[in-house]
C-alpha cells in the first residue's frame, strides 16, 4: 500500500485543521493499523496517536482532547482532526500504517510502521 498525505497548511492558533492519509494499492487498507506522526524542526518524531482495525484509537498527551482520528474505510482514508490548534503544533505531520497492527511500547516507534506518507507541512502562527 502507498500512502499520501495531504491537508497542510498554515493557519492561526485556535484554529482547526483537517489531514488525510489516502491509501491506494489494492491492499485492504481496513486491516491496517494507521497513526499519525509529527516532526518539528531538530526534534525527534512523535507519535500523536494510532487507530486499529477495529476502531480502537490511542492519543499521546500533547494532543488527546483536541485531536481525533477517524477513517472510512470505503474511501480508504484516515484522517486527522486537528482542533485548538497551537504554535507548538508546528510540524511536519506524516501519517504511517502497518499491517501487523503495533502494541503497547511498540506503537511509539516509527520503525513499527513499515508504510509512510511524504509528510504534509502544518504551521499554526499568527
Known amino acids: 500500500v502507498q500512502l499520501q498525505a495531504s491537508g497542510g497548511g498554515l493557519v492561526q492558533p485556535g484554529d482547526s485543521l483537517k489531514l488525510s492519509c489516502a491509501a491506494s494499492?489494492?491492499?485492504?487498507?481496513?486491516?491496517?493499523?494507521v497513526a499519525w506522526f509529527r516532526q518539528a524542526p531538530e526534534k525527534e518524531r512523535e507519535l500523536l496517536g494510532v487507530?486499529?482495525?477495529?476502531?480502537?484509537?490511542y492519543y499521546t498527551d500533547p494532543v488527546k482532547g483536541r485531536f481525533t482520528i477517524s477513517r472510512d474505510n470505503a474511501e480508504n482514508t484516515v484522517y486527522l482532526h486537528m482542533n485548538s490548534l497551537k504554535p507548538e503544533d508546528t510540524a511536519v505531520y506524516f501519517c504511517?500504517?502497518?499491517?501487523?497492527?503495533?502494541?503497547?511500547?511498540?506503537?511509539?516507534?516509527?520503525?513499527?510502521?513499515?508504510?509512510w506518507g511524504q509528510g504534509t507541512q502544518v504551521t499554526v502562527s499568527s
Open positions: 504511517a500504517a502497518d499491517w501487523e497492527p503495533p502494541y503497547g511500547n511498540a506503537k511509539f516507534k516509527p520503525s513499527s510502521y513499515r508504510r
Open positions: 494499492g489494492g491492499h485492504d487498507f481496513s486491516t491496517y493499523a
Open positions: 487507530t486499529w482495525k477495529h476502531g480502537n484509537t
